[in-house]
């Protein structure tokens, strides 16, 4: 079951006639030299801080260490609440819950990196988002997020998910890959198909740069924890309607490794370039020095 490509990962789902969730939950076991009821265990503890994390300062809002952020999500709830929304019930619940996962992460608060804690709110958003609307049970969330994690695991292994080597397509990119390929499966398709949509979120993403304000995990990085669930959301509908991608995965994490590279370092994580040094965020910091 130690797949090292996308390529290759396919060819297990077919031998097996698994989906890739359960080839990935078969490579934890294998490699971690445990059981698979360990496996789900910790899987389903994870799946717990993520809802936690979701949903908590929506009812108590936490300023951000850097106080910056704090209080969003539960204003995207109170709008919903209006009857104001706009974005339809599934993306409405996936930004607000990935907003909140920013904000229990910028409080210091506790979160499951996936695959950053810079872009931890992605993946929860979106799923917690299509359980609430779809009434999916968490077993079948728990098999989503391995399915993820096969993704996430790919991308750290043959290319980055750090901002600081790749620009934030390496981070909120590979966040939104693991998102949608997750939700092709969650909603029935096929493997083949969940490795479209990653590939199609990278390509839709590439080139973004990673330019936090204040050099701190909070903004811009919470509005684009929205903007990836949105990115995967619509990767995963056209995967699903039987859009094909031209660029294989494969393909695709080299390209985004290679253009990541070639981002300047005023753009990746040094928080001296884009967004941050933009007159309003140097005055909301107190000066660039």
């Known amino acids: 079951m130690d797949f090292k490509s996308a390529k290759e990962l396919l060819a297990l789902c077919a031998q097996e006639q698994q989906p890739i969730s359960e080839i990935m939950r078969r490579r934890e076991c294998e490699l971690g030299e445990t059981t ?105 969330l728990a098999d989503a997020l391995f399915n993820a994690g096969a993704v996430g695991y790919l991308a750290m292994r043959n290319a980055t998910v750090a901002g600081a080597v790749g620009g934030c397509q390496a981070e909120i990119g590979v966040a939104a890959a693991m998102a949608a390929s997750a939700t092709v499966e969650l909603m029935g398709g096929t493997p083949s198909r969940c490795l479209d949509a990653a590939s199609t979120v990278l390509m839709n993403m590439l080139g973004l740069v990673c ?21 995967a959301l619509i990767a995963a509908e056209l995967a699903l309607s039987g859009v094909q991608q031209m660029i294989p995965l494969d393909e695709m994490l080299d390209t985004m490794y290679a253009v990541g590279r070639r981002i300047p370092i005023e753009l990746r994580e040094t928080a001296l370039g884009g967004c941050a040094v933009t007159p309003a965020a140097c005055e909301r910091c107190g000066g660039c020095g």
Do not use: F, W
């Open 36 to 140: 698979r009821d360990i496996v789900d265990y910790r899987m389903a503890r994870a799946l717990e801080i993520m809802r936690d994390s979701a949903t908590r300062p929506l009812k108590d809002p936490v300023r951000s260490m850097g106080g910056l952020i704090g209080g969003e999500a539960k204003q995207l709830s109170a709008h919903a609440a209006k009857g104001k929304a706009i974005c339809g019930d599934v993306l409405g619940k996936a930004m607000m819950y990935a907003m909140a996962v920013l904000e229990v992460n910028a409080s210091m608060g506790l979160i499951v990196a996936a695959p950053t804690a810079g872009s931890a709110g992605v993946v929860p958003g979106l799923l917690l988002a299509l359980q609430d609307c779809y009434k999916i049970s968490d077993d079948r």
């Open 211 to 231: 330019d936090p304000v204040g050099g701190l995990v909070e903004y811009p990085c919470q509005n684009r924890n929205a903007a990836g669930v949105a990115n």
